[in-house]
DNA sequence: GTCGGACTTATTTTT
DNA sequence: TAAGTCCGAC
């Protein structure tokens, strides 16, 4: 745990030449770098220069000479993270930095591991990754096998319950002595399924994301020597964002740490926010107890937020129990107080937020510049209507993923089957689509085939077209298939992966079937094109079949001069000059389920992710609450989230004309009356000056008054404001933008098979 | 194989 | 409210 010492003055290995790379540093930033012997956790709060501290770790391990940068192991969660580390230790060591083979997700580290050892469990070196989709599909059959009735125990809830059990390292016959939920699935047969499903996997030659980290951890228990071959090469691990690992994954780093225990986990326990998907803050909050000795080093100085922004979420997150606690700080300007707003109904609220963003620009704010925050995908929507009559250019992040479209998973179960015959699961995908006669009992028949000859689909379906097992209808187009098949297996062995791919499309009509789909077959083509295009990066199909199945994203726009619409889970990470945080109503955020589900636990993760959304503001984070919002389509009455009520008073600012009042609360003790803020609605005393935090209002006396229809708001034409020629690429519902004729950009939004609307925005 | 009506179900989401 | 799923009718 000593500090080797190093100073930017002087350094006996460095040579005469200062090491650059550690200046700037602050003291705790230099220390959480140069500490590189024993385990050292990092509690790098929001905005204090985490990913600069681990980058440069690496950089100061490689600079000493104590490790080939192949002997580093880095892990991150997303590969978003995993790109940004690289490129930036690229920045500090060069060209070096490509040697840095370890650094990546969980996922991809395991996947790689596993591909080396897949035998020592029953796998084959070439096992395909399922995504979820073809989990619940497979489960589906298991379940269906069973004659239990998928309606009463639909195949998603089991899925989830399995990968809850595999984020808890948890094998099918431990879960047999559990007793919960999971293994009371379809009348306690949970553990039996899954043993099921493990066994198909592994007939298979498959697994599913948490079996890449099971399967390993596995080798690693059972097989000591290669173990050993780990802990020889891993000699430094790193590890990002480690409030959000599960047990699985913290088993897996306990286990690959060596005797030297250089371990450093960077993170944040405030800003656990994944707690739904297994994440456990307790491995944050443990880590001194699992590593005695341990250094934990606090970086503390934030260099993001203004001083009200950082007090004001302090008091929020202070309300939480179990904290390892931190006290950020700045040497920022005061800045503008956390800004307040009620308002009467969420159209009003889309309408403020608009108009916010409209002022913001004409001071001379970019787009970009301007977030909004929201704790739930459905609140984006009223916020897309409003943008879009004002012309505002926004882009949801978030939602729906190029991979998960339904047209890129047909094409990548094409590719999959070609790589591999065996893959029943992306044979039974496409062998139907488009169509070609060869319906449901025809593929339960050619399963039952398979199964019973204990050997894959496609090899069943080779014997089966020799006999007269099959009806005509249905030999006929199975034949045609095969022999296509045939015909893309050799091609695949002479042409490139990408160029293989069009061809196959070509082919099999799939093109064909989605150019006669007049509704939204011109971007299932699109998006097709742009995934041909995106396989010429690979080295060929292996490669990006990889890619695929363990990234799952392909850089998309990022929407250069819009407001980002986002949730704020989707937040984290990122920062903005202007955030605006809607919807904090009881009930909304904190989410009613999450406390229902969860109770302290999970108000207090909400509580974390309320903090998560203020830290991301640079200098303005503006609030706001509604009296009246529809949730599914009726009229609820909603009070002020408490999380409200939990920031000291003095660093925020409520609008007097529009506090609680406005927002159609009755009350005479809501703390803006106490804070000596008039309401326009009611004579009353002198106002009391306040002093002190108002915590503990008795918040059961506002009564939100009952909603009554606010006039519809009228779309105001923009003033002033100049749209450029960029191409509107937003999600509005579950519709598409289409764009541009003439000097006109045509912006159509359509749910479902419903136009909604055409809007027509002139070029600058 | 496709269409339409009934029925159900509404967080957060990475790998 | 509104979108997705399922099932029966053609």
């Not at 073809?134 to 639909?154: A, N």
Request: glycine share 8%; with cysteine; proline share 4%.
């Amino acid at each position: 745990m000593s500090a080797i010492p190093i100073s930017v003055q002087a350094s006996s290995h460095l040579g005469a030449s200062a090491p650059d790379y550690l200046s700037g540093l602050n003291p705790e930033q230099l220390k959480a770098v140069t500490t590189v012997t024993g385990p050292v956790l990092v509690l790098a709060g929001a905005g204090t220069g985490k990913t600069r501290v681990l980058t440069t770790r690496i950089a100061h391990i490689l600079k000493l000479g104590l490790a080939r940068p192949s002997e580093i192991l880095c892990v991150t969660f997303t590969n978003k993270a995993a790109r940004e580390m690289r490129e930036r230790a690229e920045r500090l060591i060069g060209p070096a930095a490509t040697g840095l083979y370890n650094l990546g997700t969980f996922h991809s580290i395991a996947a790689q591991i596993l591909r080396r050892h897949a035998e020592l469990v029953g796998l084959k070196s070439t096992f395909t990754i399922l995504d979820d989709d073809d989990q619940v599909r497979l489960l589906k059959q298991i379940i269906e096998g069973r004659r239990i009735d998928t309606k009463r125990f639909p195949p998603k809830t089991l899925a989830h319950f399995i990968d809850q059990w595999k984020n808890k390292g948890l094998l099918p016959d431990q879960v047999a002595k559990l007793n919960d939920e999971g293994a009371d699935f379809a009348f306690g047969k949970g553990a039996e399924i899954y043993a099921e499903y493990q066994d198909r996997l592994r007939v298979l030659n498959a697994c599913d994301f948490g079996d890449l980290l099971l399967h390993t951890l596995k080798i690693f228990t059972q097989y000591h020597e290669v173990l050993a071959q780990y802990h020889a090469r891993f000699k430094y691990i790193l590890v990002d964002e480690y409030q959000d690992t599960n047990v699985a994954q913290y088993l897996w780093l306990r286990i690959l740490t060596n005797a030297d225990r250089n371990l450093c986990c960077v993170g944040d326990d405030d800003q656990s926010i994944y707690g739904w998907r297994g994440a456990e803050v307790d491995n944050i909050l443990k880590f001194e107890r699992d590593y005695p000795g341990a250094e934990v080093i606090r970086l503390e100085r934030n260099y993001r937020s203004t001083k009200h922004i950082l007090a004001a979420a302090a008091g929020l997150i202070k309300a939480n129990s179990a904290r390892l606690g931190k006290t950020l700080w700045t040497e920022d300007q005061a800045g503008k107080k956390v800004l307040v707003q009620g308002i009467w109904d969420s159209a009003a609220e889309a309408q403020w937020v608009s108009e916010d963003v409209e002022k913001q620009k004409k001071a001379g704010r970019a787009y970009q510049d301007m977030a909004v925050l929201v704790r739930a995908s459905f609140q984006m929507r009223a916020f897309e209507e409003r943008f879009l009559m004002l012309q505002i250019p926004y882009v949801v992040i978030g939602g729906p993923r190029f991979f998960e479209r339904a047209e890129i998973r047909d094409a990548i179960a094409y590719l999959r089957l070609i790589q591999s015959p065996d893959d029943d699961l992306a044979f039974e995908r496409i062998i139907n689509v488009p169509k070609r006669g060869i319906g449901d009992a025809t593929v339960q028949k050619l399963l039952m085939q398979a199964r019973v000859a204990g050997q894959s689909v496609m090899a069943a379906v080779r014997d089966l077209i020799d006999t007269d097992e099959l009806p005509t209808r249905a030999r006929t187009p199975l034949t045609a298939f095969v022999r296509d098949y045939d015909r893309w297996r050799e091609l695949a062995k002479t042409i490139k992966h990408d160029m293989l791919l069009d061809t196959v499309l070509t082919d099999a009509g799939y093109y064909d079937m989605h150019r006669a789909d007049k509704v939204s077959g011109q971007s299932r083509l699109d998006n097709l094109k742009e995934m041909v295009n995106s396989m010429a990066d690979f080295e060929d199909l292996m490669a990006y079949l990889e890619h695929v199945s363990l990234v799952m994203e392909l850089e998309r726009d990022a929407g250069a001069n819009s407001v980002k619409i986002m949730t704020l889970h989707g937040a984290k990470g990122l920062e903005f000059p202007v955030v605006y945080l809607p919807g904090w109503e009881e009930g909304i955020f904190p989410s009613q389920r999450s406390m229902d589900e969860s109770g302290l636990r999970g108000l207090e993760e909400e509580r974390r992710l309320a903090y998560v959304g203020i830290t991301r503001a640079r200098e303005e984070a503006r609030i706001s609450f509604v009296a009246n919002r529809q949730v599914y389509g009726r009229w609820t009455s909603q009070l002020p989230s408490r999380f409200i009520d939990e920031m000291p008073i003095e660093h925020v600012e409520a609008v007097s004309q529009t506090g609680y009042a406005q927002a159609g609360w009755t009350s005479q003790e809501s703390r803006w009356d106490r804070a000596g803020y008039q309401p326009n609605y009611t004579k009353r005393e002198e106002p009391k000056a306040f002093g002190g935090n108002l915590s503990g209002v008795d918040m059961s006396r506002l009564e939100p008054k009952p909603h009554r229809p606010s006039a519809p708001a009228k779309p105001q034409p923009s003033k002033g404001l100049t749209v450029g020629t960029r191409v509107f690429h937003v999600k509005f519902g579950y519709g598409e933008v289409k764009e541009t004729e003439g000097n006109k950009l045509i912006v159509r939004f359509e749910t479902g098979d419903k136009k909604v609307m055409d809007s027509f925005v002139e070029k600058a």
